[in-house]
């Protein structure tokens, strides 16, 4: 395994010096995955880019969709063919920039007795996908009778199943997506700061001309001036548009989603398997290392952004989801681990419920020249950063009459791949494990280890060979706390279990197991006082408290 390419340090300080004396090309607000791609699309062809984000990067939708890079079938039965050909070949596209982070995953999909998709119809709609996505090879999509659907999952319902079609999609992680992307960005000279929340804009004659920002660690409120400035603020992007008195024409329509997370043994399945709702929905079974997640919903949101939570509703809707297609299974509230929901920033449009609006992206320019984005995918975030940063290119080159390169963001890798294959990547798992077994770690750690982190893994066992705690679970975690506080900016516990290393979703007893030693080790780290300490226990108690529990008497 070659070694892992220089990082670059995520030091707050050293940013915010650095920024106050940079007259910047573009600042990006918004720290989620269209963010980061535009951070390193605008950087990677040369410009001078801050992005900034008002909590952790990746806090908001892009730690909680569905972990999908995938090319929306269901998007087909809308003829939406543009949005499927379109991310279906982006797909192929991002596994190939982080092999290690986008992982291949077969998906079947049952054909069930009075169900939402018929034999006829799946089969000729996989063909179009395949086609549209210019999917090739063992990727192709493949019909299967009912006995080789059954011998796949023998889960499904006997009685009901007719057969599958069985076809090929990626799994991620988005949180960690996200945070590759803005750190290879900063490897071409980008900065970027989180819990920077933008407050107002710097205007001249009538033109925005950069931003003030308070950083929501020290209180200090600073300015930022730059040429042009993009609005990727995800569910939040009305605010600032109406901050900049611009939110005109088309709004944003959030809707809700939810997914429940169950120990893999409580729901087995084999693999990925993407499944009809009696209400007409489709739904996602997805096993994942120890767990199996479920979801989504799709429900119109009103509510605090800032606090969007799973009810008793939403968890009743997805159980009974899963009971029925897996009969044999009989989930009950207490078995759901952890939880997560997010919201979806999609274009309204009247008339058309929530399932209905299309997952297009939007550009919007306003008269003072701040361009906002909103809409749009998981999958597509990188054609969405291509097309916003080329209107800020084409004003550049108008304006000022300087050429601007191309955007490469399809031949980047991101930061933690040296992987030409995903064949690679099971290789260099199988080189951890050999590493880490004499000390009592599984495969599961090696394969958790490398799926996060690629080759920084490296960094992470540097650490931990330096590290004297008797527990090895304790002392590899800690190394993890460690390069994530020095390399990927992380303020809190939070930042790191839920955001750095998905364990309040994916391995929740880690996190109780765990917290006090992590905690111990950011007030050191950071000399916190005890009341910085003391929030940031409220915070997780309560996270943990919120994402798991749904018992009767919280309604």
Request: hydrophobic share 35%; aromatic share 10%; glycine share 8%.
């Amino acid at each position: 395994m070659k070694e892992p390419v220089p990082f670059t340090n995520l030091n707050r300080q050293s940013h915010t010096r650095e920024m106050a004396k940079t007259h910047f090309d573009l600042v990006v607000i918004g720290g989620g995955i269209t963010g980061g791609g535009i951070a390193l699309d605008a950087a990677s062809r040369g410009l001078k880019v801050l992005l900034l984000e008002k909590g952790d990067f990746a806090s908001g939708t892009s730690s909680k969709s569905t972990k999908l890079i995938h090319g929306g079938l269901r998007y087909l039965k809308q003829f939406d063919f543009w949005l499927v050909k379109e991310v279906g070949s982006e797909r192929a596209i991002v596994h190939k920039l982080a092999p290690h982070l986008v992982l291949p995953e077969k998906m079947l999909l049952p054909l069930i007795e009075g169900g939402s998709y018929g034999k006829w119809l799946t089969s000729v709609g996989l063909k179009v996908y395949d086609i549209l996505a210019q999917v090739s090879g063992d990727d192709k999509r493949k019909m299967l009778e009912k006995k080789e659907a059954m011998a796949l999952e023998p889960l499904l319902p006997k009685k009901k199943v007719q057969g599958a079609g069985y076809y090929a999609e990626y799994r991620t992680d988005d949180a960690r997506l996200t945070i590759e992307n803005i750190k290879t960005s900063l490897q071409h000279g980008a900065k970027a700061l989180n819990y920077a929340e933008v407050t107002d804009f710097i205007y001249k004659n009538e033109k925005v001309q950069g931003v003030v920002y308070k950083d929501l660690l020290s209180g200090k409120s600073h300015k930022i001036k730059a040429n042009h400035v993009i609005n990727a603020a995800g569910p939040w992007v009305d605010e600032l548009r109406s901050l900049n008195q611009s939110k005109k024409g088309k709004r944003l329509h959030l809707t809700k989603g939810v997914h429940l997370v169950f120990p893999h043994e409580k729901l087995p399945v084999k693999q990925s398997v993407y499944f009809d709702v009696p209400d007409g929905r489709m739904i996602f079974a997805i096993p994942r290392g120890k767990i199996t997640y479920v979801g989504t919903t799709d429900t119109n949101y009103n509510s605090d952004k800032d606090k969007v939570e799973t009810d008793l509703a939403d968890a009743i809707y997805l159980i009974a989801a899963v009971n029925n297609m897996f009969p044999d299974i009989e989930l009950g509230m207490d078995d759901i681990e952890s939880s997560w929901a997010g919201l979806r920033p999609l274009i309204h449009e009247e008339g058309k419920s929530a399932s209905e609006l299309s997952r297009k992206d939007e550009i919007f320019t306003s008269d003072t020249g701040l361009i906002s984005i909103a809409g749009g995918k998981l999958t597509g975030y990188r054609k969405m950063a291509e097309r916003v940063v080329n209107r800020i290119v084409r004003k550049i080159e108008e304006e000022e009459g300087i050429k601007v390169k191309e955007c490469t963001t399809d031949s980047i890798p991101l930061c933690g791949s040296n992987f030409k294959k995903y064949k690679h990547v099971k290789k260099y798992i199988d080189e951890v494990y050999a590493r880490i077994k004499p000390d009592g770690f599984s495969k599961y750690d090696a394969w958790y280890l490398v799926t996060n982190y690629g080759v920084q893994t490296e960094s992470i066992l540097d650490y931990y060979k330096k590290r004297k705690e008797e527990d090895i679970a304790e002392r590899l975690l800690l190394s993890e706390l460690q390069f994530g506080v020095a390399f990927e900016m992380v303020q809190s516990p939070l930042d790191f279990f839920m955001r750095r290393t998905g364990r309040l979703y994916f391995d929740i007893h880690s996190v109780r197991k765990y917290m006090e030693a992590v905690i111990s080790e950011l007030q050191e780290l950071f000399s916190a006082d005890d009341k910085t300490v003391s929030a940031w226990r409220k915070s997780l108690l309560y996270e943990l408290e919120t994402h798991s529990n749904f018992s009767l008497e919280k309604v």
